[in-house]
């Protein structure tokens, strides 16, 4: 070759010129056809940056990050951080939740400044001149990824930013990013490539970003920004209350004075696996269905694999056989739940029994010794198969007795991705009382997914709404005394659907100041999960009902795959139980959920998210240590799980560390002092259900009972004096006989006059016609309700009597006030959780009784007098005077329920 002629190497070059000027002229006119670079104008390269996430920024939002000399400019690019909205803009404003436009709702300071739309904080590189004009624009990154909130007040300093969030007419968090402390380098080789390769998907370099973000108990209505050295100094609400924050530390100065609860918190960093890099990849690069697929091939690896290897037995420790809890002749056993039947003939040993849970940790149920009636734990657990036809299939289910026990939830660190402020902390709640930890699904973790796919499911932790709760997407909440509901939100729970007004008051117009009027934080933490499972049939008053046969459980992406899987839900006994798998699909977990005797239960995921249940206890040193019920699950190790956490997860714990747990019902009055009423109470013994006090109102001594809800069924009976005219049909005068033992109390409503008597209606029957006057005795599902005379419809069952209205809206009536003859007179009211409270006092008038009740927070009482004027009583069994099985009067019977456990179906009577 090195002797070739020149004609030869001539010859070569002059046949392949044609190609060599056709690239050249092709490369030319295709430089030609592009738009020029925009003029270096900050109205151009905001233009510039808007074009590039598809829509607009404004020629104040953007800043440039430090210039890495001629050469990284030129080539790699100049860094620029921008407040973008991204898409197109709707001009009606943003939308609600029911497809309304908000700007009918909502108050001006609730949307965006100039209808611009929520904006987000990205990150991009600028290629530029020398002289400093852009050329191109690449590795943009979406830094916030908050949808509904709007990211404003943009600062930078070096290598740190700041940004405010604003969200429901208030700022919501405050966050501050370090754009080069993500790095890690002492970590090994496999830990620093991962967390490079993570750093440039999330922030669009390797040294990634840390973030520490800044939430408030009362989100002020605005706040002022400036980045110092190592500080970031806040002005927070009109009156600019001042605080900072430690770049270094963390630490949050508030100077003494924080009028809106301010809080820090230093996100941690978790690198996550190849195969979540993997999904993450693929769902930026090629959008969520790749990173679907790319999940199943990782699903189906760790499949193929575990078959190779040999799996920890799915086995726990326990006491033995669980024996039914003591209770007194005559009153059923509700603890353990009854056995579970199996579906495969013949049964293995001990298959559906249930077994007391014996964790090897250290556990003592507060209150056990020396009483009898109290079960030794409150966990209880079973194996079934599911499906007769895959008799491998096994799904291993815990029980979870809520009358002990009371959950939280928390929000990880990294999952849920919020759509408005800061993220979750996944802190532990109290640890004196805490239990244990159910592991739950963490959602879409590609922030790709939040916007090309379905909506996010919602989680409110806090009163704060990480992400608002979906419309009719299968749902587990939690009220403020730790009681779970399961069910479809909102299922006309008593809330209203526009998110901007579910969470909190309006902001205050100065520290210290409370805040204005309006709907206060929602009082409920909430976790929506992927499937609903409901066993038809409603919510009873004490006891969840359910139809076998009808159960469902709601379709979801990936219901066919066998995977570790896991669902929670509420039995008809009120009691949670907890289903887990390893290698299951939708259909075994369904069968399991209806077996187990569940009426309504969300799925808590599936693979690969960490699913299973933990018992947590605390050691000498005040160190948490975890143990999972079965070591087959996948829930995080027991160094994760008794630390922060990533994802989100259900804490349970005892509801009391020094006794018997609280009353479930309202004892209202800050100085009155209930004590345990002295005659008989329903069982079990450890948690009393009726309540009295004496009270001193207008110099009478009166005497106030409280019935808890969900522990009594009340039956209103005729008395044998009651008026009944002719052809009238004849009205029930007893309970029924297989309710007669349970009777505990008695009380007396009187009877009607011979003209113009009340109207009374026993089981739907209605002996005297009602007049629509004065208020309503209302017997409904066995529960009290007060409510004025007129316009309510008697369904079938149903027990009911009108009496005088002496108070309402919590306002003495004229009619409580009307002097009549010394004798003995009560009053009644139910609180809003079903509590029923009844006065009893000798007095010339109503007003007494009823100022007593309205003194303990009643709304609306009545009197116990339907017109001739008999004297009230309140009878007790195991009392004086005796409880008779019939009487006189026309009487309120208090038939007594063992104690169900505190779980409960999701429904429009569910009111936050």
Same mark, same amino acid.
Request: proline share 10%.
């Given at each position: 070759?090195?002797?070739?002629?020149?004609?030869?190497?001539?010859?070569?070059?002059? =046949?392949?010129?044609?190609?060599?000027?056709?690239?050249?002229?092709?490369?030319?006119?295709?430089?030609?056809?592009?738009? *020029?670079?925009?003029?270096?104008?900050?109205?151009?390269?905001?233009?510039?940056?808007?074009?590039?996430?598809?829509?607009?920024?404004?020629?104040?939002?953007?800043?440039?990050?430090?210039?890495?000399?001629?050469?990284?400019?030129?080539?790699?690019?100049?860094?620029?951080?921008?407040?973008?909205?991204?898409?197109?803009?709707?001009?009606? =404003?943003?939308?609600?939740?029911?497809?309304?436009?908000?700007?009918?709702?909502?108050?001006?300071?609730?949307?965006? #400044?100039?209808?611009?739309?929520?904006?987000?904080?990205?990150?991009?590189?600028?290629?530029?001149?020398?002289?400093?004009?852009?050329?191109?624009?690449?590795?943009?990154?979406?830094?916030?990824?908050?949808?509904?909130?709007?990211?404003?007040?943009?600062?930078?300093?070096?290598?740190?930013?700041?940004?405010?969030?604003?969200?429901?007419?208030?700022?919501?968090?405050?966050?501050?990013?370090?754009?080069?402390?993500?790095?890690?380098?002492?970590?090994?080789?496999?830990?620093?490539?991962?967390?490079?390769?993570?750093?440039?998907?999330?922030?669009? *370099?390797?040294?990634?970003?840390?973030?520490?973000?800044?939430?408030?108990?009362?989100?002020?209505?605005? +706040?002022?920004?400036?980045?110092?050295?190592?500080?970031?100094?806040?002005?927070? @609400?009109?009156?600019?209350?001042?605080?900072?924050?430690?770049?270094?530390?963390?630490?949050?100065?508030?100077?003494?004075?924080?009028?809106?609860?301010?809080?820090?918190?230093?996100?941690?960093?978790?690198?996550? *696996?190849?195969?979540?890099?993997?999904?993450?990849?693929?769902?930026?690069?090629?959008?969520?269905? $790749?990173? +679907?697929?790319?999940?199943?091939?990782?699903?189906?690896?760790?499949?193929?694999?575990?078959? /190779?290897?040999?799996?920890?037995?799915?086995?726990?420790?326990?006491?033995?056989?669980?024996?039914?809890?003591?209770?007194? #002749?005559?009153?059923?056993?509700?603890?353990?739940?009854?056995?579970?039947?199996?579906?495969?003939?013949?049964?293995?040993?001990?298959?559906?029994?249930?077994?007391?849970?014996?964790?090897?940790?250290?556990?003592?149920?507060?209150?056990?010794?020396?009483?009898?009636?109290?079960?030794?734990? !409150?966990?209880?657990?079973?194996?079934?198969?599911?499906?007769?036809?895959?008799?491998?299939?096994?799904?291993?289910?815990?029980?979870?007795?809520?009358?002990?026990?009371?959950?939280?939830?928390?929000?990880?660190?990294?999952? #849920?991705?919020?759509? $408005?402020?800061?993220?979750?902390?996944?802190?532990?709640?109290?640890?004196?009382?805490?239990?244990?930890?159910?592991?739950?699904?963490?959602?879409?973790?590609?922030?790709?997914?939040?916007?090309?796919?379905?909506?996010?499911?919602?989680?409110?932790?806090?009163?704060?709404?990480?992400?608002? !709760?979906?419309?009719?997407?299968?749902?587990?909440?939690?009220? $403020?005394?730790?009681?779970?509901?399961?069910?479809?939100?909102?299922?006309?729970?008593?809330?209203?659907?526009?998110?901007?007004?579910?969470?909190?008051?309006?902001?205050?117009?100065?520290?210290?100041?409370?805040?204005?009027?309006?709907?206060?934080?929602?009082?409920?933490?909430?976790?929506?999960?992927?499937?609903?499972?409901?066993?038809?049939?409603?919510?009873?008053?004490?006891? %969840?009902?359910?139809?076998?046969?009808?159960?469902?459980?709601?379709? $979801?992406?990936?219901?066919?795959?066998?995977?570790?899987?896991?669902?929670?839900?509420?039995?008809?006994?009120?009691?949670?139980?907890?289903?887990?798998?390893?290698?299951?699909?939708?259909?075994? &977990?369904?069968?399991? /959920?209806?077996?187990?005797?569940?009426?309504?239960?969300?799925?808590?995921?599936?693979?690969?998210? #960490?699913?299973?249940?933990?018992?947590?206890?605390?050691?000498?040193?005040?160190?948490?240590?975890?143990?999972?019920?079965?070591?087959?699950?996948?829930?995080?190790?027991?160094?994760?799980?008794?630390?922060?956490?990533?994802?989100?997860?259900?804490?349970?714990?005892?509801?009391?560390?020094? =006794?018997?747990?609280?009353?479930?019902?309202?004892? !209202?009055?800050?100085?009155?002092?209930?004590?345990?009423?002295?005659?008989?109470?329903?069982?079990?013994?450890?948690?009393?259900?009726?309540?009295?006090?004496?009270?001193?109102?207008?110099?009478?001594?009166?005497?106030?009972?409280?019935?808890?809800?969900?522990?009594?069924?009340?039956?209103?009976?005729?008395?044998?004096?009651?008026?009944?005219?002719?052809?009238?049909?004849?009205?029930?005068?007893?309970?029924?006989?297989?309710?007669?033992?349970?009777?505990?109390?008695?009380?007396?409503?009187?009877?009607?006059?011979?003209?113009?008597?009340?109207?009374?209606?026993?089981? @739907?029957?209605?002996?005297?016609?009602?007049?629509?006057?004065?208020?309503?005795?209302?017997?409904?599902?066995?529960?009290?309700?007060?409510?004025?005379?007129?316009?309510?419809?008697?369904?079938?069952?149903?027990?009911?009597?009108?009496? !005088?209205?002496?108070?309402?809206?919590?306002? %003495?009536?004229?009619?409580?006030?009307?002097?009549?003859?010394?004798?003995?007179? @009560?009053?009644?009211?139910?609180?809003?959780?079903?509590? &029923? %409270?009844?006065?009893?006092?000798?007095?010339?008038?109503?007003?007494?009784?009823?100022?007593?009740?309205?003194?303990?927070?009643?709304?609306?009482?009545?009197?116990?007098?339907?017109?001739?004027?008999?004297?009230?009583?309140?009878?007790?069994?195991?009392?004086?005077?005796?409880?008779?099985?019939?009487?006189?009067?026309?009487?309120?019977?208090?038939? @007594?329920?063992?104690?169900?456990?505190?779980?409960?179906?999701?429904? +429009?009577?569910?009111?936050?």
């Amino acid at each position: 070759m090195i002797g070739r002629p020149l004609s030869t190497w001539a010859d070569h070059l002059r =046949g392949r010129l044609p190609i060599a000027l056709g690239v050249a002229l092709v490369g030319a006119a295709a430089r030609v056809s592009m738009p *020029s670079p925009p003029a270096r104008t900050a109205d151009a390269i905001a233009g510039m940056l808007g074009e590039a996430i598809g829509g607009s920024v404004s020629p104040d939002d953007f800043v440039w990050e430090e210039r890495g000399g001629f050469l990284s400019d030129a080539l790699l690019g100049r860094r620029v951080l921008f407040l973008g909205v991204a898409g197109p803009q709707d001009v009606a =404003g943003p939308r609600a939740a029911d497809g309304a436009p908000d700007a009918e709702r909502a108050p001006d300071a609730e949307r965006a #400044p100039e209808r611009r739309g929520a904006a987000d904080l990205y990150r991009a590189r600028v290629r530029l001149t020398r002289s400093g004009r852009p050329v191109s624009l690449s590795g943009v990154r979406n830094l916030t990824e908050t949808p509904l909130g709007d990211d404003r007040n943009l600062v930078a300093r070096g290598r740190r930013v700041a940004v405010t969030t604003s969200a429901f007419g208030a700022v919501q968090g405050i966050t501050l990013l370090d754009l080069g402390g993500g790095a890690r380098p002492g970590a090994p080789l496999g830990e620093r490539l991962r967390a490079a390769v993570d750093g440039w998907i999330e922030a669009g *370099s390797a040294d990634g970003a840390s973030r520490t973000e800044i939430s408030f108990d009362s989100p002020p209505a605005s +706040a002022r920004l400036d980045l110092a050295d190592e500080a970031l100094v806040m002005a927070l @609400g009109p009156e600019a209350a001042p605080a900072a924050l430690s770049a270094g530390t963390g630490e949050l100065d508030t100077g003494g004075s924080d009028p809106f609860g301010a809080r820090a918190h230093r996100v941690p960093r978790r690198v996550p *696996s190849f195969a979540e890099l993997a999904g993450l990849s693929a769902g930026r690069l090629l959008g969520p269905g $790749a990173a +679907a697929a790319v999940e199943r091939l990782a699903l189906a690896a760790d499949s193929a694999a575990a078959g /190779l290897r040999a799996g920890p037995d799915a086995a726990y420790l326990t006491h033995g056989p669980a024996s039914p809890e003591p209770a007194p #002749p005559g009153w059923p056993s509700l603890w353990p739940p009854p056995p579970v039947q199996p579906a495969v003939d013949p049964p293995l040993p001990g298959e559906g029994a249930w077994v007391l849970v014996a964790p090897s940790l250290p556990r003592v149920l507060p209150g056990i010794e020396g009483d009898p009636q109290r079960p030794s734990s !409150p966990f209880a657990a079973t194996t079934i198969r599911p499906d007769p036809q895959r008799h491998e299939v096994r799904v291993y289910l815990l029980a979870i007795d809520t009358r002990h026990i009371k959950f939280t939830l928390q929000a990880g660190f990294e999952a #849920p991705r919020p759509t $408005a402020g800061p993220h979750g902390t996944g802190a532990l709640p109290d640890a004196a009382a805490l239990r244990g930890a159910i592991g739950l699904g963490a959602g879409p973790r590609d922030p790709v997914a939040l916007h090309e796919e379905a909506e996010a499911l919602g989680m409110v932790v806090g009163g704060r709404p990480l992400v608002p !709760p979906r419309d009719g997407a299968a749902t587990l909440g939690v009220d $403020a005394s730790g009681r779970p509901y399961f069910g479809a939100w909102p299922s006309g729970a008593g809330v209203e659907r526009v998110p901007w007004a579910l969470w909190q008051r309006p902001a205050a117009a100065s520290p210290g100041e409370p805040r204005g009027e309006g709907p206060r934080r929602f009082p409920w933490s909430l976790w929506q999960g992927p499937s609903l499972f409901e066993a038809g049939g409603a919510a009873g008053d004490a006891t %969840l009902s359910r139809a076998a046969g009808d159960a469902t459980l709601s379709p $979801a992406e990936g219901d066919d795959l066998v995977v570790e899987r896991a669902a929670m839900c509420a039995t008809d006994r009120g009691f949670v139980v907890h289903a887990w798998g390893s290698a299951l699909d939708a259909a075994a &977990l369904r069968a399991a /959920l209806a077996r187990a005797g569940c009426v309504a239960g969300v799925s808590l995921g599936r693979a690969p998210d #960490p699913l299973g249940v933990a018992f947590l206890s605390a050691q000498p040193d005040g160190r948490l240590t975890a143990e999972r019920l079965s070591p087959a699950m996948s829930l995080a190790p027991p160094a994760q799980v008794a630390s922060a956490s990533p994802g989100p997860f259900l804490y349970f714990s005892s509801r009391s560390t020094d =006794g018997p747990p609280p009353p479930d019902l309202s004892l !209202p009055g800050e100085r009155v002092g209930w004590t345990v009423d002295g005659g008989a109470q329903p069982p079990p013994a450890w948690s009393p259900a009726l309540y009295a006090v004496d009270t001193v109102h207008l110099g009478a001594q009166v005497r106030v009972h409280a019935f808890a809800p969900d522990r009594f069924v009340f039956r209103l009976r005729a008395g044998s004096r009651e008026i009944s005219p002719r052809n009238a049909p004849k009205l029930a005068a007893e309970v029924p006989e297989d309710e007669r033992q349970q009777v505990l109390a008695a009380i007396g409503v009187g009877t009607g006059r011979r003209r113009g008597p009340r109207g009374l209606a026993v089981g @739907g029957t209605i002996g005297l016609r009602f007049r629509g006057e004065g208020g309503l005795l209302l017997v409904r599902r066995g529960r009290v309700e007060i409510r004025p005379a007129g316009g309510v419809e008697l369904a079938p069952g149903m027990d009911a009597t009108e009496l !005088p209205l002496t108070a309402d809206d919590g306002r %003495l009536r004229p009619e409580a006030r009307e002097i009549g003859t010394m004798r003995r007179r @009560g009053a009644a009211c139910a609180l809003d959780d079903g509590t &029923l %409270l009844v006065a009893t006092t000798t007095f010339d008038s109503d007003e007494a009784t009823t100022e007593a009740l309205l003194d303990l927070g009643c709304a609306r009482v009545v009197a116990l007098d339907r017109g001739a004027h008999r004297n009230a009583f309140v009878h007790r069994a195991s009392g004086d005077p005796a409880l008779q099985q019939g009487y006189e009067e026309t009487a309120l019977f208090a038939v @007594g329920l063992a104690m169900p456990g505190r779980a409960r179906r999701l429904t +429009a009577g569910s009111s936050p």
